[in-house]
């Protein structure tokens, strides 16, 4: 038997499934009825403003500049897309038939849209103070992250100085598959630049995997050119 990821499990210990602002979060434009787009607008600034009220208290020796900046990390379409992910959020989203459950699953922009809207819906639902408890735990692994200085000064954003030195675009990440139970899952990443893979990595979670991606893609003959 699986284990529940935790938004499997706070959604149905709160009969939350059955409520119709919950049922409109998870349902994607290409099917009939009210979708996600409203909910997901409400849901970005609601998520702001959490993530802002974090940073601020927790981070009060740090200037404007960097706080900034790891908002802006923090609330990225790929953070959010990988909570989508490794919570197994595409097992709940309603869509038409236009689409696939596949590609559904490896859109970043759908898939994050989804962790907003549904955010935007517990804020109707609950309050802000049950909505802000929820996002704190989603995003717990990420301030760990923060807390412990890692992840924003490593192979990522090496790669990612890197490429934009060169002025071309930036590195685009996909998670090609995934192996195991739901809570002992191996992710696998391919890093594309320019529609040409030039790193692949695998890892326990989505951004250890990425982190292991960039990593080979930093010895690329792509890269190494780019250094000259």
């Known amino acids: 038997m699986f284990k529940e990821s935790y938004i499997e499990d706070y959604l149905k210990k709160g009969g939350l499934l059955e409520q119709k602002p919950v049922l409109e979060a998870l349902t994607h434009k290409s099917s009939e009825g009210p979708h996600y787009e409203r909910l997901e607008f ?29 908002k802006g990390y923090l609330v990225s379409k790929d953070v959010l897309y990988r909570i989508a992910t490794e919570n197994n959020v595409i097992k709940f989203i309603v869509f ?21 809207s549904l955010i935007g819906a517990i804020y109707l639902l609950k309050g802000f103070e049950e909505v802000n408890e929820f996002i704190m735990h989603i995003f717990k692994e990420e301030f760990k992250n923060i807390d412990s200085k890692k992840d924003l000064g490593d192979y990522k954003s090496e790669l990612q100085m890197k490429v934009l030195a060169k002025g071309t675009m930036l590195p685009e990440y996909t998670v090609v598959n995934s192996e195991g139970k739901e809570h002992k899952k191996t992710f696998y990443v391919e890093v594309a630049l320019d529609g040409r893979v030039i790193g692949k990595g695998k890892g326990k979670t989505i951004k250890e995997a990425e982190q292991a991606a960039a990593k080979k893609a930093l010895g690329s003959p792509k890269i190494k050119e780019a250094d000259k």
Not at 45 to 62: F, N
């Open 96 to 116: 038409g038939s236009a689409l696939t459950k596949k590609e559904i699953k490896n859109n970043k922009k759908i898939m994050s849209d989804i962790i907003e």
């Open 42 to 70: 409400l849901g970005d600034s609601v998520l702001g403003l959490c993530i802002s009220d974090y940073l601020y208290s927790e981070m009060e020796e740090t200037d404007v500049g960097a706080i900034s900046k790891l």
